[in-house]
């Protein structure tokens, strides 16, 4: 009996050793959970992310992280729909909080374009230039300002001998850096006309002016546009006043007619000193640098005057196109035609080798206000166009 007793004795014991332990185990994880749930709500208080628990409600604690990304300084960044600013420093940085699970941004360029960044995604951008006349209008979709785009503004090659006396087109660059895409917007042409761009290694010229098929009457008429033209082709010939006079082998006068036999004849001939600059200095705007050229070769000592040529040349083919208005005082017209002629032998003393010369130029007239004429300003052959 008393061996018994001792034994329930030590059970007892065990158990109630056990129970104690059981409670300690269970109240120190109670505590650790408690100090554990303290320690996130104050560090959270302190970041400014705390949630408040009611009665009914447990508490959530979300995690936040701050990523900080470097874009472009033209690029605006929006998160939570709010735009977000950064420290620049060439480009701008950014520090955007969000949860582990990484974040996401609006990103929209300078020119309305726009596109989502997320996180571990590279965002890329394209530099696109344009080269237009400064006298197309450039209509952005996005309603910004297409000036604050260019970047410079060139005289153009072909107007150099112009500029002096008339306001021309000169050549507008466009740089539409860091675009997410290819800007969007409309160029207005010098008539009004909408050109689409097409793109080519994010590239775009448009260097000349939009043309009208043929030269407008009320500015100046074919037939006189024809008239300048042939003068302008035959200087440094005969041409330009000549007058062949042939006499026979008595002194006597011959007719010329075409296709003549003049063998046994002798000529003279009678034109200006200056090998045709007399006259055509009437068809020049004066003081401009082909004035002054043609009068150079006119007068110098090195002059080399043309075959003698036969009186009346043929022309064919002869065509007025491309004529393009830059101002009321200045237009150009694209020239072309075939020149038939043939030649003096002072050896054998007759016509001979019948020759072709094609003339494809762009003539530039501007109106003389001292006589309110129509002048040629400049003009040069036109090459690979």
Known sequence: MKNRGIKIYITYTVLLLLAGAAVLVVGNNALNRYERDQEKLNREKVAG??????????VVIVEKYKYMVKLPMSLEVTAENAVLTGTEEGEKTYAIEASAEGYEVGV??????????????????????????????????????????????????????????ADM????????????????????DNLGNEILPEWENESFYRTGQTVLPEIEEDVMSREEAVRYIKMWSAFMSDELGAK??????????????????????????????DHGFSL???????????????????????????????????????????FVRYGEDIFSVDVYFKKIFRIWSTTYSYWYQTNEYTTNARVFFMKDHKTDKWLIADIYDIINE
């Not at 992310?49 to 447990?58: F, L, M």
């Not at 087109?169 to 160029?187: C, G, I, M, T, W």
């Not at 006597?252 to 034109?271: A, D, F, K, R, W």
């Open 49 to 58: 992310y705390t949630a408040t628990p009611t009665p009914t409600q447990e």
């Open 280 to 322: 055509l200095k009437d068809y020049l705007l004066p003081d401009t640098y082909r004035y002054k050229v043609l009068r150079g070769y006119a007068y110098g000592d090195d002059i080399n005057l043309s075959s003698k040529i036969e009186p009346d040349p043929k022309y064919k083919d002869l065509a007025l196109t491309n």
């Open 169 to 188: 087109p000169r050549l507008a660059e466009y740089s539409f850096d860091n675009a997410l895409a290819a800007p969007e917007f409309k160029v207005i």
């Open 108 to 165: 929209r360029d300078l020119y309305g374009n726009e596109a989502v960044l997320r996180y571990g995604e590279k965002l890329e951008t394209v530099d696109y230039k344009m080269v237009i006349p400064d006298n197309f209008r450039v209509e952005m979709k996005n309603g910004a300002d297409a000036s604050a785009f260019i970047t410079s503004v060139t005289d153009h090659e072909d107007y150099k001998w112009c500029y002096e006396f």
């Open 244 to 273: 062949y006079i042939f006499k026979d082998k008595n002194g006597n006068v011959v007719p010329y007619e075409e296709n003549m036999n003049t063998s046994g004849l002798t000529y003279t001939i009678t034109h200006p000193s």
